[in-house]
């Protein structure tokens, strides 16, 4: 393991417009050397479930740039804990060939008791329906006493290798540090353009 890359999107609560990015780090002393991202207006509705077709088409023309090819990709998104078993991780990962982690911030289906509260701790997310009980993801503690995240495949890796590598990449914060930090770059770059005197939603980058 050499690269590793997140990707986060962000979008406007004044606009229909959205801020992809791709962030690429060096394994294993997580430091940033690429950075790609850039902003459109969204022409996919918001419908809960379907993200991935909004984003996918901002975060395919980034890492169409990129210089370093990820060996690893996390994703601020779900992969198969999913309502349809395919979710943004999934998706990014189908179309790039990447193996990709899934590592969301909140649950979108299935259920789970409670993890411990020491780093580490992780519970099975569990699927309901046709196929309840069937493992779709982990809830893992990424640091003492903080909200959980929730782990899953995303594509051509192991769940559990999937939790080994999200606790890898973490740096003492909740989120693990690819995820984290293209979530800072994505924000900041939204802030901007929110906050330009011309008071007016631009593309960048």
Known sequence: MRWVAGADVATSRFSTWAWAGVVVLRYPDLQVVEEQYGSAELTFPYIPGLLAFREIPLLLDLFARLRHRPDLLLVDGQGVAHPRGLGLASHLGLLLEIPTIGCAKSRLCGYHATPGRKRGSSVSLRETGRTAGRAIGYVLRTKNGVRPVYVSVGHRISLRSAVRWTL??????????????????????????????????????
């Open 168 to 205: 890898a990449c973490c740096r003492g914060y909740r989120l693990p540090e690819p995820t984290r930090q293209a979530h800072l770059l994505v924000n900041r770059l939204r802030r901007d353009a929110e906050g330009s005197p011309r008071c007016r939603i631009r593309a960048i980058g």
